[in-house]
């Protein structure tokens, strides 16, 4: 009698969870997803990805013939991809929504931008029919004002149903806890004068699916803050320099040409995969961007306010490249 002996080598589970016929077989039981972000967004094993990080969400859950439930469940995203309550809602860092059941559908909204004309106090208390205020449009740039030691206030006035609204205040950076707040004579809020926040609009707590999804962003920094802040999640994989660079006002842009703008340089990604977006259009390829001719040589980055930009590219770990985004804000000022 004779045997036959064989070796079997040992697996490494790590690198058998990336191995890509494994992951063709993972994603093929994936939840069910009905998209109404106009967002290129994927639905996975149990998640959602392709979120704009920078952005809100709101959820639906359907059954499996796409029918809302009874009641209906509605969700918010979380900052950590799980879903939440309406006052636990936050940027979706990791870019996914986790956590979902497979034998369900998804229908996914995002927070569009808080638009109109709207009237704008800087006072030292809430204004009355006699104050002076500044008309405005804060539109996809949202506000950027200039001074942390004023007062701001602002007048919704020209929105519609403003009583059926939730507000909530949404501190971006430096990063705090939520908050619902409150009308101030039927249809002003004030503003919080310290750093980056967040006023998410939802109007009749988000539970019809034509419901008002908003979103105002409000940036107060001193007359010495910076330009362009620049906020990368993956600091262990890339590097985005510089992080900062001085101020420039719109009136300069005007007077232009402007000059002495850095050169941002993302090094760590693979050559020729990184791309520079505005608005999800390409506006330039290459680890390098010359902030002096993107300002210069484009008047749609000259409205006052926060313009947001994209940085995307790949990493390649293990053999594979691997997808990576970050965004940076360019903010113009008077």
């Given at each position: 009698?004779?045997?036959?002996?064989?070796?079997?080598?040992?697996?490494?589970?790590?690198?058998?969870?990336?191995?890509?016929?494994?992951?063709?077989?993972?994603?093929?039981?994936?939840?069910?997803?009905?998209?109404?972000?106009?967002?290129?967004?994927?639905?996975?094993?149990?998640?959602?990805?392709?979120?704009?990080?920078?952005?809100?969400?709101?959820?639906?859950?359907?059954?499996?013939?796409?029918?809302?439930?009874?009641?209906?469940?509605?969700?918010?995203?979380?900052?950590?991809?799980?879903?939440?309550?309406?006052?636990?809602?936050?940027?979706?860092?990791?870019?996914?929504?986790?956590?979902?059941?497979?034998?369900?559908?998804?229908?996914?909204?995002?927070?569009?931008?808080?638009?109109?004309?709207?009237?704008?106090?800087?006072?030292?208390?809430?204004?009355?029919?006699?104050?002076?205020?500044t008309p405005i449009n804060?539109?996809?740039?949202?506000?950027?004002?200039?001074?942390?030691?004023?007062?701001?206030?602002?007048?919704?006035?020209?929105?519609?149903?403003?009583?059926?609204?939730?507000?909530?205040?949404?501190?971006?950076?430096?990063?705090?806890?939520?908050?619902?707040?409150?009308?101030?004579?039927?249809?002003?809020?004030?503003?919080?004068?310290?750093?980056?926040?967040?006023?998410?609009?939802?109007?009749?707590?988000?539970?019809?699916?034509?419901?008002?999804?908003?979103?105002?962003?409000?940036?107060?920094?001193?007359?010495?803050?910076?330009?362009i802040t620049v906020s990368?999640?993956?600091?262990?994989k890339a590097v985005l320099?510089?992080?900062?660079?001085?101020?420039?006002?719109?009136?300069?842009?005007?007077?232009?040409?402007?000059?002495?703008?850095?050169?941002?340089?993302?090094?760590?990604?693979?050559?020729?995969?990184?791309?520079?977006?505005?608005?999800?259009?390409?506006?330039?390829?290459?680890?390098?961007?010359?902030?002096?001719?993107?300002?210069?040589?484009?008047?749609?980055?000259?409205?006052?306010?926060?313009?947001?930009?994209?940085?995307?590219?790949?990493?390649?770990?293990?053999?594979?490249?691997?997808?990576?985004?970050?965004?940076?804000?360019?903010?113009?000022?008077?």
């Open positions: 009698m004779s045997a036959l002996f064989s070796c079997v080598q040992p697996v490494n589970i790590k690198e058998f969870l990336e191995d890509d016929k494994v992951q063709e077989i993972i994603e093929a039981d994936s939840v069910g997803l009905v998209n109404y972000t106009g967002e290129n967004l994927r639905a996975g094993n149990r998640r959602i990805t392709g979120l704009n990080p920078n952005n809100y969400y709101r959820i639906e859950v359907l059954d499996e013939n796409e029918d809302s439930l009874d009641p209906p469940q509605i969700w918010f995203v979380r900052a950590n991809g799980q879903l939440g309550e309406l006052n636990q809602i936050g940027r979706v860092s990791g870019g996914q929504i986790t956590g979902l059941n497979n034998n369900l559908f998804y229908a996914i909204w995002s927070a569009s931008p808080l638009s109109g004309v709207m009237t704008l106090y800087d006072l030292p208390g809430p204004p009355d029919a006699l104050s002076t205020g804060p539109g996809l740039g949202g506000l950027s004002l200039v001074n942390p030691d004023d007062t701001y206030y602002l007048d919704l006035e020209s929105l519609n149903s403003l009583s059926t609204y939730t507000i909530i205040r949404v501190p971006v950076l430096p990063p705090g806890t939520n908050q619902t707040i409150n009308f101030i004579n039927d249809n002003i809020i004030q503003l919080q004068n310290n750093g980056t926040i967040d006023y998410i609009f939802v109007e009749d707590d988000g539970t019809d699916e034509f419901a008002s999804f908003r979103v105002l962003r409000v940036r107060i920094a001193g007359v010495g803050s910076l330009l990368i999640d993956i600091s262990d320099t510089p992080s900062t660079i001085p101020p420039v006002s719109q009136a300069a842009l005007f007077a232009g040409p402007v000059s002495g703008l850095p050169t941002l340089i993302l090094s760590g990604f693979d050559t020729g995969s990184v791309r520079w977006l505005y608005n999800n259009v390409l506006i330039h390829g290459g680890t390098t961007l010359d902030l002096n001719n993107v300002l210069n040589n484009n008047e749609d980055y000259w409205l006052i306010g926060t313009h947001v930009f994209y940085v995307e590219g790949t990493i390649t770990t293990n053999g594979a490249a691997v997808p990576y985004s970050a965004s940076f804000d360019v903010i113009i000022t008077p």
